[in-house]
């Protein structure tokens, strides 16, 4: 069964730091391509970052670009999205994608909430 659990959610101040993780099994995750999509209340799915199978490419979205960092651990089948200067227009549900061939698979979500 595939699964993908996000955590490292909850709630942080603006300027604050949270650091995601999504650990992935039932699939070979080494040879996904992952990604992290995030969802505020009220609006569509927004791409947020992306990471290829090698982990020698990376994208962000301009509005996180400089801000957040995607990274993964093959050996603990997790990738991370490390956000810091949080704003909060960050505020939402974030997914992680992953991505094989023609396969894909999504996580449940982790909320993230940005208040003072």
């Known amino acids: 069964e595939v699964q993908l659990v996000e955590s490292g959610g909850g709630l942080v101040q603006p300027g604050g730091s949270l650091r995601l993780s999504c650990v992935a099994s039932?699939?070979?995750?080494?040879?996904?391509?992952m990604t992290w999509v995030r969802q505020a209340p009220g609006k569509g799915l927004e791409w947020v970052a992306s990471?290829?199978?090698?982990?020698?490419?990376?994208a962000y979205a301009d509005s996180v670009k400089g801000r957040f960092t995607i990274s993964r651990d093959d050996a603990k089948n997790t990738v991370y999205l490390q956000m810091n200067s949080l704003k909060l227009e960050d505020a939402a549900v974030y997914y992680c994608?992953?991505?094989?061939?023609?396969?894909?698979?999504w996580g449940q979500g982790t909320q993230v909430t940005v208040s003072s």
């Open positions: 994608y992953a991505n094989q061939g023609a396969a894909g698979y």
């Open positions: 039932g699939f070979t995750f080494s040879g996904a391509a």
């Open positions: 990471i290829n199978a090698e982990g020698n490419y990376l």
